[in-house]
């Protein structure tokens, strides 16, 4: 349970130090401790998935919603002015 530097962890995992920063600040890491203004956590850390949700009962859930009356979007038909 050894404690690294952030941008050490970040590089070794191969992503962004920017953003693995951002993560820490925001608490997504256990971990995480601030000392001065330098970020350490564990090196056994986890990253997190935080990619939103694939499946499940709401998946595709825009492309499945019912028709309600609506009309479709679009040019309107040209009405007859001839008498």
Do not use: C
Request: glycine fraction near 10%; hydrophobic fraction near 30%.
């Amino acid at each position: 349970m050894a404690r690294i530097l952030l941008t050490e962890y970040a590089d070794r995992l191969g992503k962004n130090r920017d953003v693995v920063g951002q993560m820490a600040r925001r608490g997504s890491f256990h971990s995480a401790v601030k000392v001065g203004r330098v970020w350490f956590i564990d090196e056994d850390e986890e990253y997190p998935d935080n990619r939103k949700t694939q499946g499940g009962k709401y998946a595709d859930w825009r492309n499945n919603r019912p028709n309600l009356g609506k009309k479709k979007s679009g040019r309107p038909k040209a009405i007859n002015t001839k008498i």
